[in-house]
């Protein structure tokens, strides 16, 4: 009986969201027909104004954020953001000639896929 009652209580209780949901639109849209277009669209430039300035605070929280995660470091180690330069540019790089994996000895490679 309790998963019935369980299921009854959520179908009744979306219902009634449902309800309330359809009331709250249609009580917003009276309260905009109420209003003149004069005061409407001044609510309209106070409502930009203010998602301007939401999105400007949330821009600065990011950047806050994004610079507080490159200073902090792993376990007080180095930061791995800020080491030593890439693969490319290191004491071994990849694009040398006498790289062992570059190199196209085929007789000393044995395997598989070499013959």
Known sequence: MGISSFLKNRI???ARYKEMQD??????????????SNERELERFYEEEREK???KNL??????RQEESMK??????????KGK???????????????????MNHKTQKGMFFK
Do not use: D, P, W
């Open 12 to 14: 009744t209780n979306s």
């Open 72 to 81: 902090t470091t792993v376990l007080g180690g180095k930061n791995m953001f």
């Open 85 to 103: 330069g890439n693969i490319m540019s290191g004491e071994c790089t990849v694009l040398k000639n006498n790289n062992k994996l570059l190199s």
């Open 23 to 36: 009331e709250a639109k249609m009580q917003k849209l009276l309260e905009e027909r109420a209003k003149s």
């Open 59 to 64: 821009e600065e929280f990011r950047k806050h």
């Open 53 to 55: 300035s939401i999105k």
